[in-house]
């Protein structure tokens, strides 16, 4: 008769000499097994982070885990009752966002993750950041705004495809006309007010038609076999309707300070906002727009100011511009560009942080093609007397070895300081030791790259390719108007992380928040040296960076101290506070 250390053995077993988990030797095995898991892990770039942790912090995290656990048993599976039809949609964790928004939303971990300080927030397009139900709205109220098109908006095919605008306008040539019918005469303006009470289906379809136009729709998202080409055409299109009520200084101003509540609400402090200098600038009660976009730096200076002396801007860090240029440019178009980034830089030096090129990557000009015009502006830069250094986008995109790949190459070679997505960076073992060795974050965005048809869930995100390679990143949310994300912030990012990445953990999470503190654009003016110095230094140096590493860490705390007040249940006796 077997012991009773071994009474859950099977005759069988014994008979056969199968080894138990139990075994000497099987248990060796696993302790190599975990050292060599705990070696890995020590390679990850959020390893040092880990170590650093209070036991009051490891033990929030602990929670979070268990939460996380929880909710998967519960939220993120379908076990409908009998009386019940089956689901449509199967959910899991770490699902497409669209299909995930609505539950995620329900749940404590998103609750959590809220809460949670989020530092700096990187990479961020503001041409996409202001919903546009509320631009609509905005449209609306305010008095001399008129909608133009480029032909008669007379059916529903018109309607989706006509290119249409917004402008203010004192004395608008149209009205008592409809740009709903045939004898609309194209770019004639019509008075947005009597636009949207005469659209078919009244006021409130044609609130619904504005956003359908400057949104991708979850069912846009969703399908992934027409390709990114596809996509990025809609995406695109968003911009010139979003751009042309936002625009408009009463709404640009009011749309500014709900932007900065947004963000503040959301646990972050800083933003490094990136704005395609393209469509005009259009000054209060002025029936043409601004050569130049002084006016807009000039009103988004004077919101920033008057945001920060509220109450709820206390605590706001500020944020800051990285010009961007649309990488379409032919070479003249391209060079006046980059003038008159350099004229606002002068005139406004501590709000231009840096330059960038935008638009899809696959269609537009190589870095490589580029070369010649961006040294061309460093010395131009240098002749001006200011300092611009360069945020590049770079390896958004599927190609393996093709020229928008080789993106990546080149922004290394000419001295990033940041890659925007850096999608395609797994694939580049020795790319990827330079990014380290030259301390180069690469600012990650799952759900745009989700919705935008790189990856079809954050699963399927290579992202932790790059952190268990001990490459430094940031969550950012791109552009979250036009992707449908509803709010503005964070926590719709993190939250996917969380979900979907179980070697992350909110220990993860708080390391990916820490690194957006380390490497904003505080001090705009500082040279690659300066740079290297504060990116290396981290919450030991002397200087900004370093103190809101610190004052970051505080808040962590804290936050971390709310976790085991508020889920004391899901604490352990195991846990260490």
Known sequence: MASDAASDISDWEIEEGLPQHRDPFIQKYYEGREALIEQEKAQ??????????????????????????????????????????????????????????????????????????????????????????????????????????????????????????????KSPDGTGSSIWSDSYTPGTLIPAVAAADSF??????????????????????????????????????????????????????????????????????????????????????????EEGQEGLFQAFDEELRKFQATEEGKGWWGCRFIWTTLRVYGKKEMVGHMKQCIAVKKAFPNL???????????????????????????????????????????????????????????????????????????KHPLLIELVKQKKILIEACPISNEVLRLTSSIKSHPLPALLARGVSVALCNDDPAVLGVGKNGLTHDFWQALQGWENLGLEGLGSLAENSVRYAAFEPDQDSKEWNKDIRDGKYGEGIRAARIREWTTQWNEFCQWIIMEFAEYASDQDEV
């Not at 078919?200 to 044609?206: L, Q, V």
């Not at 101003?253 to 395609?276: K, N």
């Not at 899809?360 to 015009?373: I, N, V």
């Open 200 to 289: 078919p289906g009244g006021r409130e379809g044609f609130k619904a038609w504005i956003v359908s136009r400057s949104t991708i729709t979850p069912e846009e998202s969703l399908d992934h076999h027409h390709g990114i080409d596809a996509i990025w055409k809609k995406f695109g299109s968003c911009f010139m309707i979003l751009g042309s009520m936002f625009r408009y200084e009463p709404i640009f101003r009011a749309s500014l300070q709900r932007l900065f509540r947004q963000l503040r609400d959301d646990g972050l402090q800083w933003a490094d906002f990136r704005m395609a200098f393209v469509a005009k600038y259009w000054k209060e009660g002025c029936v043409s727009p």
């Open 352 to 426: 231009v942080a840096g330059y960038d090129l935008v638009g899809q990557e696959d269609l537009g000009r190589s870095l490589a093609d580029l070369t010649p015009e961006l040294f061309w502006f460093k010395k131009r830069c240098m002749e001006e007397g200011v300092n611009i250094p360069f945020f590049f986008h770079a390896g958004e995109c599927l190609g393996d070895g093709d020229t928008t790949d080789q993106n990546l190459f080149d922004a290394i070679l000419l001295g990033t300081r940041r890659i925007g997505h850096g999608f395609s960076l797994y």
């Open 44 to 169: 990850r770039s959020d390893s040092s982070f880990r170590q650093s942790l209070t036991p009051l912090a490891t033990a929030a995290c602990a929670i979070v885990s268990r939460i996380r656990a929880e909710e998967h048993q519960t939220i993120w599976t379908d076990n409908p009752a009998d009386s019940e039809p089956m689901p449509v949609v199967n959910h899991y964790p770490g699902m497409m966002f669209s299909l995930a928004k609505k539950r995620m939303e329900q749940s404590k971990t998103y609750q959590i993750v809220r809460r949670m300080p989020k530092g700096a927030l990187l990479h961020a397009h503001m041409d996409a950041m202001i919903d546009s139900d509320f631009l609509v709205d905005q449209v609306l109220a305010t008095e001399g705004m008129v909608i133009q098109a480029s032909q008669p908006l007379n059916s529903a095919a018109t309607r989706e495809q006509t290119s249409v605008t917004f402008q203010y306008s």
